[in-house]
């Protein structure tokens, strides 16, 4: 293996930050720090500059007062209330520029007090429909002055800012790519925010989320779309993979009472050496589940 430098991960929530760092000893990834420290307020996708800064900032600087960061390169991964999720009917012929005005101009009508030159764009194919030449994407937006927002703070802290990503998608990373011919369904789940990703033959094909304090009922709520879904695309699924920190185990109980399928908590220390130097311990062993977006990412390679 090539040598790497150490790569920080940091997962920032409504209500805290999470930190990571990864460094490499021969063919060994090791885990010198995982940490958390509440945020001063909570966060939302409203908040400007001025204020988003030192939230994140003031969190930052006790985690490092504990262990100072050696890593000079780091990614974020942001919760989905930041974004906009919106799924499109796409004709399939369109050239990628053409493709960007369609999605655009989608963005306008949808969001019309938004200007769509102040979002940054994300789309996948997710599936096709009946009619001719026309096939599903799901888009994530999310406004530019967010990342700029992100970008800043690495540059106050003489960071380099690699990857910035949806939570979600990169505790998705961490599934192993043993499951890819199986079809799966992947639960996330922080601040009482949950979401779903539907998987078949190890792509995605279906995003929602979910908002409810009570949490028999937005279980209920996931298997009932889960269960449309299996019912319309003719799938069963064989596994849940479960991420985040609401995963409790209270939770995992209803999960399983639902949808009596094999689940499995993602634990993304498992495969990785815990350095003697890491603070808190206990992070690792009580709470390892919700770290596993800042590992998925700072262990990101493109």
Not at 124 to 140: H, R, V
Not at 250 to 264: C, P, S, Y
């Amino acid at each position: 293996m090539a040598v790497l430098s150490n790569q920080a991960g940091i997962n920032l929530t409504i209500s805290k930050l999470q930190l990571i760092e990864i460094s490499w000893d021969e063919n060994e990834i090791v885990l010198e720090n995982a940490d958390e420290e509440f945020l001063s307020g909570y966060i939302d996708k409203n908040m400007k500059e001025p204020e988003l800064v030192p939230i994140i900032q003031n969190a930052y600087n006790q985690i490092i007062k504990r262990r100072p960061l050696i890593a000079k390169n780091v990614s974020f991964t942001l919760p989905t209330q930041l974004f906009e999720f919106v799924e499109l009917p796409i004709d399939d012929l369109l050239t990628k520029e053409d493709l960007a005005d369609h999605l655009n101009w989608e963005f306008s009508v949808l969001f019309p007090h938004k200007d769509p030159s102040d979002l940054l764009l994300r789309y996948f194919e997710i599936g096709s429909y009946d009619y001719l030449n026309t096939k599903k994407i799901l888009t994530a937006a999310i406004e530019k002055r967010i990342l700029g927002s992100i970008h800043k703070f690495c540059v106050n802290n003489n960071l380099t800012l690699r990857f910035v990503d949806n939570v979600h998608f990169a505790a998705n990373l961490l599934i192993s790519p043993n499951y890819f011919s199986e079809n799966y369904l992947s639960i996330y789940s922080d601040d009482d925010f949950y979401t779903l990703m539907i998987f078949e033959k190890g792509k995605p094909k279906f995003f929602k989320s979910f908002e409810d304090q009570d949490l028999n009922s937005v279980i209920a709520k996931i298997h009932a779309d889960v269960q449309k879904y299996a019912a319309g695309h003719g799938v069963k699924f064989s596994k849940i993979f479960l991420s985040g920190e609401s995963v409790s185990e209270h939770a995992v109980m209803i999960i399983d009472d639902h949808f009596k399928l094999e689940i499995h908590k993602i634990n993304p220390f498992v495969n990785l050496k815990t350095s003697a130097n890491v603070f808190k311990k206990d992070l690792i062993n009580n709470k390892s589940h919700s770290f596993t977006a800042p590992v998925g990412i700072a262990a990101r390679i493109s």
